[in-house]
């Protein structure tokens, strides 16, 4: 950790403290901010998580979670007092101030230590302190560490370990991606001591689902799923009409991009999801084919190597044809790509 001497020294003594996240967070984002959130809160901080938007309701069993704050008209000018009355900031799980969408100018203008812990690539933000680690498999997994490198791994309790569980289980896929290092296994085993229960934390996670979300997951795989071989591509897209449809939720479109990058011979997918002012683009690869690059180069966007998103003001429509335009470029790239077989 950078400055760790410097940041024991700050936070001996109790601070007013924000946790905040990317937009759309996921269960990494509000694993690592709730297990950040109980352990300040045992060294006697004053601490609030604020998050930039909602989250999906699969993770409202992460106790802690009702304290909350997201941004929305109604929690605006709370937000606004929250940033400015904080004495440390701690930025989770992202890299770049525009994905704090709405409440960037509330932290651009704060006072506060600024402290990022992130495995993102290529960060951008001013800090104070920060522990980053681009081959860490999660921030859940680097909010352990962190933990552990300021001598209070005795203080991870059973609460704290179901966020940090949740955390790893959801950005490694149930342990598949090849950032699930053995000491991503012994992380866990550890958390399995303490008492943590993951079946009911993978239950919770994963097979909670609303009659709506399983009938929209399987219009999309029925209707929508476009495959180019050619390419060894495949993708979605989603029109606000079709989200209003099935009633969709945030989080609900978060799994259809893996479906895609499912299919034998697929080295990249895709899911371009229509918003009310710009269209998100979520990219999925394996092996060496780097979609952040893409991402960045045409999308105002990045993430990891192997999962990013982006960006793009075109409609939908638009979006798609310009993505189809740029496909044939990467096509050298992508069919030198090793497809492991088992």
């Not at 704090?100 to 402290?115: P, T």
């Not at 090849?178 to 001591?193: G, W, Y």
């Amino acid at each position: 950790m950078d400055n760790i001497d410097s940041f024991r020294e700050f936070i001996s003594t109790p601070r007013k403290v924000v946790i905040t996240t990317h937009y759309n967070p996921d269960a990494d984002a509000i694993g690592s901010s709730l297990a950040l959130y109980h352990y300040l809160r045992k060294k006697n901080h004053e601490v609030t998580v604020v998050t930039p938007s909602d989250y999906p309701d699969f993770l409202d069993w992460m106790r802690g979670e009702k304290q909350i704050v997201a941004y929305s008209p109604q929690t605006k000018n709370l937000c606004e007092e929250l940033f400015e009355s904080a004495e440390i900031i701690f930025c989770l799980d992202f890299s770049s101030y525009n994905r704090l969408q709405d409440i960037e100018g509330f932290f651009r203008k704060s006072q506060a230590k600024i402290c990022v812990i992130d495995h993102h690539l290529e960060p951008n933000i001013r800090w104070d302190f920060s522990l980053w680690r681009p081959e860490a498999s999660s921030t859940a997994e680097l909010i352990f560490d962190f933990i552990s490198l300021l001598g209070d791994k005795s203080l991870i309790d059973e609460v704290i370990g179901e966020c940090i569980y949740a955390g790893i289980v959801t950005d490694t896929s149930s342990f598949k991606h090849p950032t699930t290092s053995k000491k991503v296994h012994l992380i866990v085993a550890e958390l399995m001591d303490i008492g943590i229960n993951t079946n009911k934390v993978q239950k919770l996670i994963y097979d909670t689902n609303t009659e709506n979300k399983l009938r929209f997951t399987g219009y999309m795989l029925a209707n929508k799923l476009k495959v180019l071989p050619e390419y060894k591509f495949a993708y979605f897209t989603i029109s606000q009409e079709e989200q209003k449809r099935f009633q969709t939720q945030t989080g609900d479109t978060e799994g259809l991009v893996n479906y895609a990058l499912s299919i034998k011979g697929i080295v990249m997918a895709a899911t371009l999801i229509e918003k009310e002012n710009e269209i998100r683009l979520s990219f999925r690869s394996i092996g060496d084919f780097a979609v952040n690059k893409l991402a960045k180069a045409h999308f105002e966007g990045g993430g990891h190597k192997n999962a990013a998103g982006g960006r793009s003001s075109l409609s939908l429509e638009a979006t798609e044809k310009k993505l189809l335009e740029l496909i044939p470029l990467y096509q050298e790239q992508m069919h030198k790509v090793e497809i492991p077989t088992y």
